[in-house]
């Protein structure tokens, strides 16, 4: 345990007149120690600018006391909302969190998440991606693991998450109520469960009011802003009659909006558009976009929390997160 300039605990313990055990516990903080004792350490240690090298503490305690956090796509303000609330939970304890990114790769993922795992962190968030429930579980015998905005069967407990068909639900229930009855929907990778559950609660909605889905206005998207320009040239060139589109979250809802500007379609009395997670620019596009809300800086404060739980080995149930339909002026009543 040294630092650059190569002070260590013996000379700590040397200068301080007590033993090298005694910084050591002076130190880490386990044991009681006389408080005269423990002043002339600390007082040594503030002198001589002394770090305790982290990797040598790590070995001895067994503990990293680094969470790997493994996200989806640096820059996406859905999933940067999720680690701000990871980072603010841990803020208040003695863990640190370790960043890697999946990119909506599951080669990446895996490659990052071994990465970690290298690095001995002593749990792992893991916001989406594409982890087999085989590889989960796999993960979980050695390591705590958290899954966030996925829904993991078998592994309820340690998943936290909305519930995506009910979301989908209401945002396709409100341009029904809106009287749209031929609406498109740009789903994203259907090898993603969020976007299957998403499409699935499009789909419910439509057949519980008695609309028959059409299989040439579901078009699928990646969950980046260019497939939803893409996705509404598809949808155009196929020239079937549609009045709304249902975007499975606000970047592709994004790019949707760019493109109906291009062919000079208007929103909302041309075309209804409604989105999903409610980022924060949501609500300063133009027109301001109809949204479901996602709980995102709250799933993250709540998968710290349950990570913390699992390794202090203590019994703890993800809350119930609930989602919003936020309604601005990107919808309007069918005519």
């Not at 789909?203 to 509404?232: D, H, K, M, T, Y």
Request: glycine share 6%; hydrophobic share 45%; net charge negative.
């Amino acid at each position: 345990m040294t630092t650059k300039d190569n002070v260590t605990i013996s000379d700590i313990a040397q200068k301080a007149g007590v033993s090298a055990s005694t910084v050591s516990r002076v130190l880490r903080g386990t044991t009681k120690v006389a408080e005269a004792k423990r002043e002339a350490v600390l007082g040594v240690v503030a002198e001589l600018n002394y770090q305790p090298n982290v990797f040598a503490q790590s070995l001895a305690s067994g503990q990293s006391m680094a969470i790997g956090v493994l996200t989806q796509n640096f820059g996406s303000p859905f999933y940067d909302a999720i680690i701000q609330g990871v980072v603010r939970a841990l803020n208040r304890t003695d863990y640190f969190p370790i960043f890697a990114d999946g990119q909506w790769q599951p080669d990446t993922e895996i490659e990052a998440i071994r990465t970690m795992m290298r690095r001995q962190v002593d749990g792992l968030i893991v916001l989406g991606g594409f982890l087999m429930v085989e590889e989960i579980e796999q993960l979980a015998k050695d390591t705590p693991l958290v899954m966030v905005a996925r829904n993991v069967t078998g592994f309820e407990e340690n998943c936290v998450c909305i519930d995506n068909v009910q979301a989908s639900y209401l945002a396709t229930q409100h341009l029904i109520e809106f009287g749209h009855r031929s609406i498109a929907h740009i789903s994203g990778r259907l090898d993603h469960p969020d976007a299957r559950d998403r499409r699935q609660g499009y789909i419910l909605a439509l057949e519980e009011a008695g609309i028959e889905p059409n299989p040439e206005l579901i078009i699928e998207g990646n969950f980046r802003r260019q497939s939803g320009v893409l996705a509404v040239e598809m949808l155009l060139l196929k020239r079937i009659p549609f009045s709304a589109i249902f975007a499975a979250n606000d970047q592709m809802a994004y790019g949707a909006r760019l493109a109906l500007y291009r062919r000079g379609i208007r929103v909302p009395e041309d075309l209804s558009l409604v989105g999903f997670d409610d980022e924060p620019a949501a609500a300063f596009m133009i027109p301001p976009l109809t949204t479901v809300r996602q709980p995102s800086i709250e799933l993250g404060l709540e998968a710290a929390r349950i990570i913390l739980a699992r390794l202090a080995g203590e019994a703890t149930s993800p809350a119930n997160l609930k989602v919003e339909l936020v309604v601005r002026e990107s919808t309007a009543i069918h005519r």
